[in-house]
């Protein structure tokens, strides 16, 4: 070990590079620290996200179920099919958010 | 003493009346913050790239780390491609991100000396993610023309299912901009009336005789522990914001998934 050490020092231009490659490392094993340390996305945040995306596709469906109504005077039945079909969306819409967030997280495990 | 009213600071007040045809469009305060934020960012950006160094100054840096930041999230979420919308996204993450931030102060040199938090009224963040909608739309049916109504038919689905499949997908798409809208506005509102839930407890207790007085340091700890949760948020939700926004302008450049 120090005998590469030696060897490294002799030379000016291997010493550069070496010093390149152990910076390098030692910025890859911070960032992967960091990452690893602070997950950004707090748990608050990421249960607000799931709630308010399920709860906005029930609203629209419900509230889109409601102008039909309105409009084509079938009473209950848009409101009723609006809602389940909104129901759907939203549990669509936290499907794809939580995709969404497992595939950051496994990017940033993979880099 | 002091005003425990948690809902009181979210009340907006003309600064300057003025009515157009019966409308009312006075400045008020929330206008006030929004033109600060505006000047401010403004300002941040002139100053720091008036002077171009190869070593960066303080200020310089801050900009170039704003930038690095924004630019890495676009292509890391809507590819390099994305990175036509830069102005946008960044613009927004800025006046997010500086409008939260204003809200976090208590006391502002605005009239009446109390601070307000834009993005804590709902309409608000509601126009700036139907603005988001809009460009994700209008750009998608420029760009893509009738085949971005492909994000409403999602490939390799039964005939006879596109029947359900295809409601629930506008339905989704529909709610984003209430969802994106209700996220920031929600984790704004809470998080203030939090904070000044506890701070309102210092005083109530604080005048409560010495048993009070030295049980009013608990929720005074509260109160710093949440002010610098409070930050936390005002960033994450920026964030988030434009995150989502980039996402979803994914899908104006690709709208087949």
Redesign the interface.
């Known amino acids: 070990m120090s005998d590469q050490d030696e060897s490294n020092h002799s030379d000016p231009r291997d010493k550069a590079s070496d010093f390149e490659r152990r910076l390098n490392a030692k910025i890859e094993a911070r960032r992967v620290e960091e990452e690893r340390r602070n997950p ?3 748990g ?2 990421i249960g ?2 799931y709630g ?2 399920f ?3 029930v ?3 419900a509230g ?1 179920g409601l102008v039909i109504d309105r409009l084509l005077g079938w009473t209950p039945w848009g409101l009723i099919v ?1 809602l389940i ?2 129901f ?3 549990t ?2 936290v499907v ?1 958010a939580a995709r ?1 967030i497992n595939a950051s997280g496994d ?1 940033g495990a993979k880099n | 003493m002091a005003d425990t009213n948690p809902i009181r600071q979210f009340e907006i007040h003309p600064i300057l009346p003025m009515e157009v045809n019966g409308i009312d469009l006075s400045f008020t305060n929330s206008s006030y913050f929004m033109a600060v934020a505006v000047v401010g960012v403004t300002l941040l950006m002139w100053l720091a790239t008036t002077k171009r160094a190869l070593v960066p100054s303080r200020g310089q840096s801050v900009a170039e780390m704003l930038y690095e930041f924004v630019a890495g999230m676009i292509r ?1 979420t809507a590819g390099t491609e994305g990175l036509r919308f830069f102005p946008f996204v960044f613009t927004l993450f800025m006046f997010i991100l500086t409008v939260n931030m204003l809200g976090m102060m208590h006391y502002f040199p605005a009239p009446g000396m109390h601070g307000f938090t834009v993005t804590s009224h709902i309409i608000v963040t509601f126009a700036l993610s139907m603005l988001v909608m809009a460009i994700v739309v209008g750009y998608g049916v420029w760009k893509n023309g009738f085949k971005f109504l492909k994000l409403f038919v999602p490939s390799g689905v039964p005939l006879p299912l596109y029947i ?1 499949v295809t ?3 506008v ?2 798409f ?3 901009p ?2 994106l809208s ?2 920031l506005f ?2 704004m509102l809470a998080g203030h009336i939090l904070l000044k839930v506890f701070a309102s407890f210092i005083v109530m207790m604080g005048t409560a005789g010495v048993l009070g007085f030295l049980g009013a340091t608990l929720p005074l700890f509260m109160v710093v522990a949440l002010t610098a949760l409070e930050f ?2 005002a960033f ?2 920026a ?2 914001f434009a995150i989502l926004t980039c ?1 979803y302008l994914n899908d104006a450049l690709h709208p087949g998934h």
Do not use: C, H, K, M
Request: aromatic share 6%.
């Open positions: 950004s996305r707090s608050w945040s607000l996200r308010s995306d709860f906005a596709g609203l629209v469906g889109g609006g079909l909104g759907a969306a939203g669509l819409n794809r969404d990017t | 890391s359900i409601p629930i997908e339905i989704s529909l709610s984003r209430l969802s209700v996220r929600a984790n936390l948020v994450l939700q964030y988030v996402i």
